[in-house]
């Protein structure tokens, strides 16, 4: 077996894309536009990617974030649902791509390398290599170990049939009332639409209590990921009143971020349902064949932060889809029982 190491390069990147949009294992967190998005956002030094051959043909790749904490001058990696690879045709390959990895972030520097692929429970063993690092089971993951997938090859009769009754009630409703939703694909996002979406995620994140980011970073997505984010409004009588940025890539559609009104004289209209399923049409004119949810609570969680949200999103149906939790890998002990200890602290 030839395996080769080599390094992400802008001559690379299309071949690069091609494996990761073809692999079951691979998404848009791992590809040269996600990279080209984490550049930009402020405390995210630099990003590098390490991929291996066999025989000519790309087999594995992974690409690392540098996440400074503010402190000390201190940082870590993350790789977003990586690494890519099969880890049953090409666990070898895998494990020789996370031993090249961690020889490499460990001559770099920094606390530590997180990672989180596509694998289920089964597959996690497949991930990390025999090595003298510690490796530890993360506390709070950054991608959802749960997730709802609606099977997208399945016809619109058939999908429909596996909501809930009240998810296709909602869609008729809103259909109905005469919602209309309005897709504007990268290109030709303006900065009003930037601020109608920044504000209805203001009025969502006051309503339901929970943090987004800034407003910046929803802009940079867009523009970033370019073809592959696409953002979308519900709108009433010329009002914008719900809306969503969805990323669509290879097979993959993931639904990002939502929002919605606060105003009662809108809420009644049912407005994400539709705008859920249109996303869903849209998907599939774009060639997916499955819908991500992005994130629901764990069975039996009543109390996860996606306790609420999950019962919006079971709904439309769908099935089940559970990874294996974050894994980090240590790379320097001493910094990061302290960093740990400091997010422990924070908690209290």
């Known amino acids: 077996m030839d395996l080769e190491l080599f390094e992400f390069s802008p001559h690379v990147a299309a071949e690069w894309d091609t494996f990761v ?3 079951s294992f691979g998404s848009i967190h791992q590809i040269s536009a996600w990279k080209k998005f984490q550049e930009q956002i402020p405390g995210r030094k630099k990003v590098f990617g390490l991929g291996v051959r066999k025989n000519g043909k790309i087999v594995a790749t992974v690409l690392c974030v540098q996440m400074q904490t503010g402190r000390f001058g201190q940082y870590w990696w993350y790789s977003a649902r990586g690494p890519v690879f099969d880890p049953q045709k ?3 390959a895998g494990i020789f791509l996370m031993q090249e990895a961690c020889k490499k972030l460990g001559n770099v520097g920094g606390m530590f390398w997180r990672v989180d692929p596509y694998f289920s429970i089964s597959q996690e063993k497949c991930v990390f290599p025999k ?3 510690p490796i530890k089971t993360v506390t709070q993951n950054y991608q959802p170990t749960d997730t709802l997938i609606i099977d997208l ?3 619109n009769d058939e999908i429909l049939s596996e909501m809930k009754r009240k998810g296709r009630y909602n869609i008729t409703l809103a259909q109905k009332k005469g919602i209309l939703i309005t897709t504007i694909e990268n290109g030709k996002i303006t900065e009003r639409d930037i601020d ?3 504000n209805l995620n203001m009025e969502t994140t006051s309503r339901d209590k929970f943090s987004g980011h800034e407003k910046s970073y929803y ?6 990921l370019d073809e592959y984010a696409v953002l979308f409004f519900a709108e009433y009588e010329g009002s914008r009143i719900a809306t969503a940025i969805s990323t669509f890539c290879g097979e993959k559609a993931i639904y990002y971020f939502g929002a919605s009104t606060s105003h009662s004289e809108f809420r009644n209209l049912m407005a994400p349902y539709l705008l859920q399923w249109e996303m869903m049409q849209y998907a ?3 060639g997916c064949t499955s819908y991500d949810f992005l994130g629901i609570a764990p069975e039996n969680d009543l109390h996860h932060p996606y306790a609420g949200i999950s019962d919006f999103k079971w709904k439309f149906g769908g099935s089940r889809h559970t990874f294996s ?3 980090e890998i240590v790379l320097n002990p001493f910094w990061y029982s302290l960093y740990r200890f400091v997010k422990r602290r924070k908690k209290l």
Do not use: C
């Open 284 to 286: 599939k004119k774009r």
């Open 219 to 224: 802009k940079k997505l867009l523009q970033s």
């Open 325 to 327: 939790p974050g894994q």
């Open 90 to 92: 090409e666990e070898k």
């Open 196 to 198: 109608d979406f920044w």
């Open 21 to 23: 949009i073809q692999s």
């Open 153 to 155: 090859k399945k016809t």
């Open 131 to 133: 090595t003298d690092l």
